[in-house]
């Protein structure tokens, strides 16, 4: 273990008479950006520590995972983000350790050796990955959808089962290829199952000679009884109703039972009826967990994970029993608010204006956090999609403007934002999909969509 860096731990600065307050943020996503953010004016020293090099706009990764955009265009490196916040220094590492009495954070470097990092005030905003529920063996060959190598590693399969499709002598052999298995009917699940039917129909083809794409199978199993269950029944009876129009077969009240290389097993929810289907391709988008710091998070501070892990907080965001430490974001748990973009950077906000209260003295820095809904929006198909805010219901081409302008809007960085629109709008024009190069030089690598 090494020490570093003024507010990283140093024995000695304990008795340095003017030490200047450090607060350390875990986690680069929307609240931790946020909270970093506000603290941009303080009189003390702020660390973001993550475990990659960027900030990852998680609402665009499918269209990414689809060859749509590229994978610089959802993400920004953090560093980027926050050269001009001169208080403020950027760590690579994963928060492994946390000890609250000597107020501490341990990270793991990218080489396995490890630091520390000294706070007064701590935010973790370190989000939730996929859950398997349990089946963790279906990972291997069921990706989720949570990081940018996840969306690289769905890309990777989609393209290859095209590729190897179009390799095959006959159709029986192609078919599990040409066959796409979604699980999950949320948003994430629903705006995949419909880009790969537009990838399939629009970006491919007249590009193969032997298989014709629009013939691919797009399969979404849902366990609910209707898609997009977050949203208005009235707008999830549209979302459906395109669905359908794209080519996505939905199954619902079917859960998958298992995943293998060659198939995928569902069995309804009411009857127990199991079905298979052979196919080379299945994503998995249906549950997230807390990221295993919540764990280590939770131990040290004593409080109990909810069922998905998830640290229980304050009102004001903080962790009870520890008034220097806020968790925000996905991987807090406050009032049943939703897992969304909008509630991580309000709360990161919020957090970053607690601490910077506090360090000027203030004594009103317990302040409840109120969530402003804006609404969430979802992407169907093309010049297909929904936004629900308030009385506000908007589907087709209405709700399509709307999610494409709120899109761009929180996409970070000017270059990001124009990169996209011109994606988007050559994607509209033409059909095609730049981002689709898999190569297959390194053995290794080259087997993976396959094992
Ligand atoms: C595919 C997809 C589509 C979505 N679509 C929408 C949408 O349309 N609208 C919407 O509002 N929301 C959407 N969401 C949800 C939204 O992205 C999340 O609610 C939001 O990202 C949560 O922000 P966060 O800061 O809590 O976590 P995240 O954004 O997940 O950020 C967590 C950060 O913590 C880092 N981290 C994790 N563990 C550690 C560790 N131990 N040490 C250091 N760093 C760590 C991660 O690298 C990451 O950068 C979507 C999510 C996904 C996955």
């Known amino acids: 273990m090494t020490r570093v860096t003024a507010q990283q731990t140093d024995p000695e600065a304990d008795r340095l008479p003017r030490r200047r307050p450090s607060v350390v943020v875990v986690g680069g996503g929307f609240g931790g950006l946020y909270a970093a953010r506000r603290l941009r004016r303080i009189d003390g020293d702020v660390t973001l520590l993550d475990r990659g090099t960027s900030h990852v706009f998680q609402p665009l ?80 060959y069921a990706p989720g959808m949570k990081t ?30 040409l066959t796409f298995a979604v699980s999950g009917g949320g948003p994430t699940g629903v705006e995949i199952a ?16 032997a298989i014709d794409p629009g013939e691919a ?11 997009l269950e977050s949203f208005d029944a009235r707008l999830s009876a549209k979302a459906q109703k ?46 997230v967990e807390a990221v295993p710091f919540a764990a280590t998070l939770a131990r040290a501070l004593g409080v109990q994970q909810d069922r998905s892990g998830r640290i229980p907080v304050q009102p004001d965001l903080s962790v009870a029993g520890h008034p220097n430490i806020y968790v ?59 936004l629900q805010a308030g009385p506000i ?23 990001n934002r124009a990169g996209t629109l011109i994606n988007w709008a050559a994607t509209l024009a033409s059909g095609t999909r730049r981002e689709r190069a898999v190569t297959f030089g390194d053995p290794e690598t080259a087997r993976q969509p396959y094992t």
């Not at 957090?351 to 804006?374: C, H, N, V, W």
């Not at 219901?393 to 000017?414: D, E, P, T, V, Y």
């Open 194 to 209: 419909g880009q790969i039917r537009e990838l399939a129909t629009r970006a491919l083809e007249n590009e193969f000679r």
């Open 148 to 177: 940018v190598d996840d969306a690289l590693a769905i890309r990777r399969k989609l393209i290859s089962a095209f590729e190897m499709a179009e390799s095959l002598p006959t159709p029986e052999e192609r078919r599990p290829w």
């Open 242 to 287: 395109t669905l359908d129009a794209v080519g996505v077969e939905t199954h619902l009240g079917v859960h998958v039972t298992d995943v293998r290389a060659d198939a995928v097993e569902v069995t309804t929810k009411k009857d127990k009826k199991v079905t298979t289907y052979d196919t080379r391709t299945v994503l998995w988008t249906a549950g």
């Open 328 to 386: 925000v974001g996905d991987v807090s748990a406050l009032n049943d608010l939703p897992g969304v973009a909008e509630v991580a950077m309000q709360g990161g906000h919020h957090a970053g204006a607690m601490i910077a209260k506090s360090l000027q003295g203030e004594r009103r820095y317990s302040t409840p956090f109120k969530y402003r809904d804006l609404g969430s929006a979802a992407y169907i198909a093309r010049r297909h999609a929904l």
């Open 61 to 140: 990764l499918y269209q990414c995972a689809t060859g749509l955009l590229s994978e610089g265009a959802i993400t920004s490196p953090l560093r980027h983000l926050l050269r001009k916040q001169k208080n403020t220094h950027v760590a690579l590492g994963e928060a492994s350790g946390i000890d609250p009495e000597n107020r501490t954070v341990t990270a793991t470097r990218i080489d396995g050796s490890t630091f520390e990092l000294r706070y007064d005030h701590l935010v973790v905003a370190a989000g939730m990955r996929q859950s398997y529920h349990g089946h963790d063996e279906f990972a291997q």
């Open 217 to 227: 199978r797009v399969l979404l199993f849902h366990g609910g009884d209707r898609v």
């Open 393 to 415: 219901q908007l589907s087709g081409f209405a709700g399509w403007a709307a999610w494409g302008a709120i899109h761009i809007a929180f996409l970070s960085g000017r270059r």
